[in-house]
């Protein structure tokens, strides 16, 4: 089981990051095959609004964009993480799902994934406003439904984990009892 592990954050180390670290903890322990990268790590290029990759076709644009796809072609499972910002994922979450289409076939309902993998998705957000502000101003809703658009058009089980009241942006981490949960889900994955 091959499991691909994808930070849409700028911060290493940081709450998004250690959540993910902590899903794909749990794939390790349980025998399965980790890749962890950063979209910050990769050159992409915003959408240029052509469509070609809403014809089945490859994005015709010249950067690192294909070889994240490459990577998501042979994931069995993916977790996803991006920090809220402004109640919705980062621009370099959208940039890269802007290019994807081409990862999904054009059907009545749009873009959606035939293909049996990845058979499960983790999507991970973190925020600044404690809970319930987080989920009452919509921002881990905001952040979640942006992903979802994108994630749930594949054929795979989606889970969701989130991290609200990151408050300080030097010292906040996610809890204990939630790195646990993100361990026991990767292990079920
Ligand atoms: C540009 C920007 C926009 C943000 N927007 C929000 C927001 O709308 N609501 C919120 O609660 N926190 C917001 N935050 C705070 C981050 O979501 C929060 O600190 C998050 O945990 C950072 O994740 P990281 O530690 O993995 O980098 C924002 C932070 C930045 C830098």
Same mark, same amino acid.
């Given at each position: 089981m091959k499991c691909l592990g994808i930070l849409a954050?700028?911060?290493?180390?940081?709450a998004t990051d250690r959540l993910i670290e902590a899903v794909l903890e749990g794939v390790k322990q349980s025998g399965g095959e980790v890749e962890k990268i950063s979209l910050y790590d990769y050159n992409i290029k915003p959408c240029?609004?052509?469509s070609a990759c809403q014809m089945? /076709? @490859?994005?015709?644009?010249?950067?690192?964009?294909h070889i994240i796809l490459e990577k998501m072609e042979e994931a069995d499972s993916i977790v996803f993480g991006s920090p809220a910002y402004w109640s919705n994922v980062t621009s370099e979450a959208k940039k890269f799902m802007d290019r994807s289409a081409s990862f999904f076939e054009m059907t009545a309902f749009g873009p959606r994934r035939?293909? /049996? @993998?990845?058979?499960k998705i983790v999507l991970i957000t973190t925020c600044g406003a404690p809970f319930p502000f987080s989920h009452l101003m919509g921002i881990i809703p905001g952040a979640v439904g942006a992903m979802k658009v994108f994630f749930g058009r594949m054929n795979a089980k989606v889970h969701v984990i989130y991290a609200a009241g990151?408050?300080?942006?030097a010292k906040s981490l996610p809890s204990e009892k939630l790195m646990r949960k993100a361990r026991d889900l990767g292990k079920s994955l």
């Open positions: 954050g700028p911060r290493k180390g940081h240029a609004g052509c089945n /076709k @490859k994005c015709p644009i010249e950067d690192d964009h035939k293909k /049996k @993998k990845p058979s990151m408050m300080d942006p």
